[in-house]
């Protein structure tokens, strides 16, 4: 109840802060006006420096305020001057500079309500891409972070979602080869692909097929629309918690790997890669006979697993050193064991990358940390 009241407070403190600072803006062209009429009263300014910053109210108005205020401040300008100084040559500086001031004010208006139109799409092509998901899912606990390339569209290549079904639940991490709208509408097709398969298929490999199947069918639509992009593929790693249920000595997840980087388990104990071969990437399973299988790993109470992308393990530094992402946690986890908390270990990682990174990351980068919520561990040590 205290920390309800707490965050109430500081959601009006900030709101009254936002709104002072919103007044406090739009004072500031007419506190330049002040201090401008007082400089000229005193003396220190003649009548052609009062005129040059007083041509200066309108445009201050113009970038911070709205068409109307800025209206009224070309017409307050208009009227002081022509009450100190009534000359037909600063007159018209005068008109020219209030016009000029609307004409700005409309264009930076009208810029911003594009811009703002443009981050509600990248929202919402956000959102069904990566769909916001409860820190808490199936009997997943779960943090992700996820940094797209290319920052005003949002979102890219890579993709992750986690699927509760019947069966357990499954939860994958990919990365369409390639950047730019044509990976974004690729990864969306998969994560789409996947939350459907997964909600009915219980074989892992099923569900990796079915997303195979459904990018070869993208390409196929998107060729039939004229485009000329060749063909596209996916790296993938997909695995199903089955029910938990009596076992206490662990819990035996299925692992997929379609061509992606190796999944770690992350316990204070160390860390590990998760055993299991790697097939070909979605997109190129039917280039050969072989067909993916899963492989039945055994995670110890308390392991967390962790799956990235290669904007992650790809973050260079001024030297073209690749960030080591395994003997960084290995050493980290020695002195910090509370990274296998999901939330601690993707925060960390993702500043460990960037701090890392020399120009910052310039790739898609996605990390995702899982393990069995506290109380299905629990539940399954009573059991």
Known sequence: MNLSLERHRLTTVTAACSRHGRALVLLLPGLLMALVLAGYGAGHLNSGQCLAWLLLVPGLAALLCGLRVTAFYA??????????????PGLSLILVSSLGALVVCRARLRAGRRAARVREVAD???????????????DL???????????????????????????GTQLVLGDVQGKGLDAVACAAALVGSFREAAAHEGDLAD??????????????????????????????????????????????????NCGHLTPLAVSTAGVRPLAG???????????????????????????????????????????????????DLARSLRTDPTLTD??????RIRAAATAHAATGLTDDTTVLAVRRAAECRQSSVRQ
């Open 277 to 327: 071969e790697s097939t070909l990437p979605l997109g190129m399973l039917s280039l050969t006979d072989e067909h993916p299988s899963a492989t039945t790993v055994t995670l110890a109470p308390g392991e967390t697993l962790l799956l990235f992308s290669d904007g992650v393990t790809e973050a260079r530094d001024a030297d073209g050193e690749f960030y080591p992402l395994y003997d």
């Open 141 to 167: 606990e779960h943090a992700a972070t996820y940094t797209a390339a290319d920052v005003a569209a949002r979102v890219g290549g890579d993709f992750y979602d986690i699927q509760p079904s019947p069966h």
């Open 342 to 347: 999901p939330g601690v270990l993707v925060t």
């Open 75 to 88: 017409a307050l300008t208009l009227a002081v001057y022509v009450t100190l100084r009534s000359t037909a």
């Open 207 to 256: 569900v990796a097929l079915r997303m195979d199947a459904r990018l070869r069918r993208h390409q196929e639509y998107v060729r039939a629309l004229g485009s000329d992009e060749t063909e596209r593929f996916a790296t993938a790693a997909l695995l199903h918690f089955p029910p938990a249920g009596p076992d206490t000595t662990g819990t035996a997840v299925d692992l997929v």
């Open 124 to 138: 919402t092509t956000w959102r069904t891409v990566l769909r916001p998901l409860p820190s808490r899912w199936g």
